[in-house]
C-alpha cells in the first residue's frame, strides 16, 4: 500500500518542506491533495491561515524503490548461488504492483514440486524489502513465458486423478497443451506405485491417460 498522511501548516512550502521530511525524499517525489484552506483573524486581528493537505509518495516512485531492492537482493543471492538468471522488472502502475520476471537455464531450479522453491524466493523477497523499508506493494517473482498457477492447477489435478486410480482401479484421463505440461504429469506419475500412463494424441489434442498397474 501508499502510506498517506495528513499534514497542517500555515503555508504550502512549509508543509513541502515537513512532509518531505517526515517521507525522506524531495519535493518531486510527493503528491498533495488539499483538504482544507481557511483564512482568519489571528493574534492582535492579524489575518491567519490554516492549510490542511493529504500527502503520498507518487507509485512510481514507491514501485521503483521496492523493485530497485528486490532486485539487488536477487541479484545477491544468485551470485552466491551461482544460478544463471536474468531479471527484467515490470512496475504495474494500475495494480500497485512490481513484477520481476526470471528467464535463463538456471530458472528450472526454482519450478521444482510444483514451482515451491519459486514461491518461497516470492515470500522471502517480500519481507526483505519489507523490513528495508516498510509494508508496500507486492512484489511477484514470475518465470518467463510460464502460467505457474496453471501449472499448479495441473499438478493439483493430476495427484486427485492419482487418487481415483488408485481407489477406482479405473483409467484417468489428464489433457496437456505443451511438452512442459506432459512432461509435468509423467513425472508426477512415476513417482507413485502401481501407476502407469500412456500419451495420446497431437498437439492440443494431446492426453495422458493415468493407469492402475498392480505389481
Do not use: H
Request: hydrophobic letters at 40%; a neutral charge; aromatic letters at 6%.
Amino acid at each position: 500500500m501508499v502510506v498517506e498522511k495528513e499534514f497542517e501548516g500555515k503555508s504550502l512550502d512549509q508543509l513541502v518542506e515537513v512532509i518531505c521530511q517526515d517521507f525522506g525524499c524531495v519535493p518531486e517525489d510527493i503528491e498533495l491533495e488539499i483538504l482544507e484552506y481557511s483564512t482568519s483573524s489571528g493574534l492582535l486581528g492579524l489575518p491567519g491561515k490554516k492549510i490542511k493537505v493529504k500527502a503520498r509518495i507518487k507509485p512510481d516512485k514507491v514501485l521503483s524503490e521496492r523493485a530497485n531492492r528486490a532486485v539487488s537482493f536477487l541479484k545477491e543471492l544468485f551470485y552466491y548461488a551461482d544460478f544463471q538468471i536474468d531479471m527484467k522488472t515490470e512496475l504495474l502502475r494500475d495494480k500497485l504492483q512490481i513484477e520481476i520476471i526470471f528467464s535463463g537455464e538456471d530458472v528450472k531450479y526454482l519450478l521444482q514440486n510444483g514451482a515451491e522453491p519459486l514461491s518461497a524466493l516470492e515470500f522471502l523477497t517480500n519481507k526483505i524489502v519489507a523490513r528495508a523499508l516498510g509494508v508496500g506493494p507486492k512484489i511477484v517473482l514470475k518465470p518467463e513465458g510460464i502460467n505457474i498457477e496453471r501449472e499448479k492447477k495441473l499438478v493439483n489435478a493430476v495427484k486427485k486423478a492419482i487418487e481415483r486410480v488408485k481407489n477406482t482401479k479405473e483409467p484417468q484421463i489428464i489433457k496437456v497443451s505443451s511438452p512442459r505440461e506432459q512432461k509435468i504429469v509423467i513425472n508426477i506419475a512415476k513417482n507413485e506405485n502401481n501407476i502407469g500412463y500412456e500419451v495420446e494424441g497431437e498437439g492440443k489434442q494431446k492426453k495422458v491417460i493415468l493407469k492402475w498397474e498392480p505389481v
